[in-house]
């Protein structure tokens, strides 16, 4: 059992039993290869996860095929699915500060974050959906005086899900809570960046209850195990949270068998500020926005466009709260906004966009380099931002995923709408203005799946969440996120002779 469980202490005291096999059918596995091949780390080595190949890919779906068609799934009543989501809820309630630690170690956000976004979050909407379990149903329609019709409301079957790094618990969450709730099983892979809680969930889901194979994790690359998970002819569903690039070549891979995807890709969110906003909420929502969980968020509204008459003022103002919020480094100090990116190649990838900016020619009003430390160790960027930028460059254009973000003066309300729908993205936006009417027809004209009035980046388990445009397909949490988990059947009925 070494191989598939390791003893860790986090850096704030945390003691646990780490999983780190394949989770199928209920238990911990080896893979395939036989030994742990995924290597971990944020500032060292912390733990190893065995890493899925096809062969383990075609076991966990199996395995999900199997409790599809199982009576202690497919005849358990939806309000004791329900019932079991909500307990899942609980169980990661009770161990919360964990989750968060883990999450903070593996992923580089702060603590705090992790505590007061990540886990109400992944609590809130496992309990969402348990409750929306048994109150989900189809319709009678009345055809004739001879003949009706009803609907059924039946699950796909086998869900195939990838989860992203950015927000690992809360991403598996989103996925397995409507999933769940609507009677499917599913197989889903961890990020390969970020395995480590998803592991510990899996512990508390075999806790909870649900029977073996309902929920299946696998850990790997996304070019072997995505691959065979994306291409499997028993996967009934798909659905990703992830680039626009990996996103098209999942859509890609479902086309031949005709499956439904579900997607949400990649954002490039304009922030709008008008001349009659709350300067000082502006000036801290765009702040949030664009460095929060550095700058690690699909919706992160890193075009920031400033009417030009206060343009100057909230550049000042602006500048003023990255220098005194934006605290760089450890990310379990209590003070401390922003912590490393994830990876030493997101990292790159950051310092590359902020060196194309400079030999783009725009200007760097604050940051611009790696962020340094005592010594030397972690991925840290400084929180970076620029003005003088022109939609032709780089920076502009391209979803960065850090704390970069560009400032740009608009004129009159309708090239501010320009602006902000110049873009192949459309997830999220924020309008700031206090004339509501102003607000709300400017949001009506935003090309995107969410606006937001006066913030920026909030989310809630019960309205739904989705792209327009090349930032997705279909609509996650609410009402609408058993939509996406179900599919109708229509049942004609004839009580007459005659007809």
Not at 362 to 384: L, M, N, R, S
Request: aromatic share 10%; charged share 20%.
């Amino acid at each position: 059992m070494s191989d598939l469980f390791v003893d860790i202490v986090t850096p704030n005291g945390h003691k646990y039993q780490q999983p780190t096999g394949l989770f199928i059918n209920n238990e911990f596995v080896k893979g395939s290869k036989g030994k742990p091949s995924h290597h971990w780390t944020q500032q060292k080595e912390i733990a190893s996860v065995h890493a899925a190949s096809a062969e383990d890919v075609d076991r966990a779906v199996r395995a999900a095929r199997a409790a599809f068609k199982a009576p202690t799934w497919k005849k358990l009543s939806a309000t004791d699915r329900g019932r079991l989501l909500v307990r899942l809820s609980e169980l990661i309630e009770e161990r919360k500060e964990l989750f968060a630690s883990i999450d903070a170690w593996d992923n580089g956000k702060t603590y705090e974050l992790a505590m007061e976004d990540d886990l109400p979050d992944s609590i809130g909407t496992f309990r969402y959906f348990g409750g929306w379990a048994d109150k989900s149903f189809g319709q009678t329609i009345e055809t004739s005086p001879e003949k009706f019709a009803y609907t059924l409301r039946q699950p796909y079957g086998v869900i195939g899900q990838i989860i992203p790094w950015n927000f690992p618990l809360a991403m598996a969450a989103w996925k397995l809570g409507p999933a769940l709730a609507c009677g499917n099983t599913v197989v889903i892979k961890a990020a390969e960046q970020t395995p480590l809680s998803i592991l510990v969930l899996a512990t508390l889901i075999k806790e909870a209850g649900f029977p073996p194979g309902v929920v299946n994790i696998i850990n790997g690359y996304g070019q072997e195990a995505g691959t065979a998970l994306t291409q499997h002819p028993l996967v009934d569903k798909l659905a990703f949270t992830g680039s626009t690039t990996t996103g098209a070549q999942i859509m890609k891979a479902a086309a031949p068998a005709l499956k439904e995807v579900l997607l949400e890709t990649g954002g490039k969110s304009p922030l709008i500020v008008f001349d009659d906003a709350d300067l000082d909420q502006a000036v801290k929502w765009s702040h949030i926005g664009i460095m929060a969980n550095q700058g690690q968020i699909c919706t992160a509204t890193s075009r920031i466009f400033v009417q030009r008459t206060i343009y100057d003022k909230f550049l000042a103002l602006f500048k003023e709260r990255v220098r005194t919020a934006s605290v760089v480094g450890s990310q379990w100090e209590p003070t401390t906004f922003q912590g490393p990116q994830v990876t030493r190649a997101q990292y790159d990838q950051v310092l590359h966009y902020i060196g194309l900016g400079k030999s783009e020619g725009a200007t760097i009003e604050t940051g611009g380099e790696a962020y340094p430390t005592p010594d030397g160790k972690g991925f840290f960027v400084q929180p970076t931002t620029f003005s003088n930028v022109k939609p032709s460059m780089k920076i502009y254009r391209d979803e960065i995923f850090g704390p970069v973000g560009c400032l740009l003066p608009f004129d009159t309300e309708e090239d501010a709408i320009e602006y902000a729908n110049d873009t192949l993205y459309g997830l999220g936006a924020a309008v700031f203005t206090q004339n509501l009417r102003r607000g709300h027809r400017v949001a009506a004209e935003i090309e995107a799946g969410t606006v937001w009035l006066n913030s920026s980046q909030d989310s809630d388990h019960r309205v739904p969440f989705g792209g327009y445009k090349s930032s997705g397909v279909g609509r996650e949490l609410g009402p609408a996120g058993l939509e996406a988990y179900t599919q109708i059947k229509a049942v004609h009925v004839n009580m007459g002779n005659d007809l």
